[in-house]
């Protein structure tokens, strides 16, 4: 099942503007990681935020984290037109010594800069 | 190019048919991930290996079957293959057995049963 749910499902705009794309989780976790995804294509790594980390910024990307509200937002700003793509939160929940990792996925947002 | 490579990049095949898919890990990764992503389910993690042991599992079906080779690429077996299979399957790799520096992701295999 899925992990994560992200809001909205869909987000239109102009290029310049900034796009805001929200995630919430159920469970505990050891981080939240957001990836983007061109149509079909494989998945690319943006960003990653630890459990005890509130805010990360690389580049026009900005990640926060609230772990009491279960809750992530991605924040592109001075988006361009290439910034088209879905966006992914997952959350890694860790796991014990002997065992591994894995990513649970939410389910997108479709992001649409219009030129 | 990622440095995650996986072969085939598409296949069509039948139902009750058998495939493998491949993954060859970026250079210096030990860990390989496998999940599936359909239009119904979303993405979903199926198996995770790590230097060669298989290390957490998903929910991936008794059909389907995986492994770590000593070189560390991996195959994912899908057999008796049915039409709701359909799917994209991307292999991720990571350096280390727990990840806290994300996942690289190939560019995918997209499996067609018809």
């Known amino acids: 099942s899925q992990q994560g749910e992200e809001d909205p499902q869909a987000l239109s705009i102009q290029e310049g503007e900034n796009a805001t794309m929200n995630c919430s989780y159920k469970t505990s976790i050891n981080n939240l990681q957001w990836y983007r995804q061109n149509s079909g294509r494989g998945l690319v790594h943006l960003i990653l935020?630890?459990?005890?980390?509130r805010e990360k910024h690389s580049g026009r990307l900005r990640v926060t984290l609230d772990t009491s509200k279960k809750s992530s937002s991605l924040l592109i700003t001075a988006s361009r037109a290439a910034d088209t793509a879905s966006y992914f939160c997952?959350?890694?929940?860790?796991?014990?010594?002997?065992?591994?990792?894995?990513?649970?996925f939410g389910e997108g947002t479709q992001l649409t800069v219009n030129p | 190019d990622s440095g995650v490579t996986q072969t085939p990049k598409h296949l069509i095949t039948a139902t009750g048919q058998r495939v493998t898919l491949r993954c060859s890990p970026r250079?210096?990764?030990?860990?390989v991930y496998w999940y599936q992503q359909s239009l119904d389910q979303g993405l979903q993690f199926l198996i995770h290996y790590y230097n060669g042991e298989e290390r957490a599992k998903g929910n991936i079906l008794e059909r389907f079957s995986a492994q770590q080779f000593p070189d560390l690429h991996s195959e994912l077996n899908l057999s008796s293959l049915e039409l709701g299979d359909s799917a994209l399957y991307f292999c991720a790799s990571s350096r280390q057995r727990v990840n806290n520096y994300g996942y690289t992701f190939g560019s995918g295999t997209r499996l067609t049963v018809v």
């Open positions: 997952a959350t890694d929940a860790g796991g014990r010594e002997t065992s591994g990792s894995r990513l649970t």
């Open positions: 250079s210096g990764d030990l860990s």
């Open positions: 935020i630890r459990s005890n980390e």
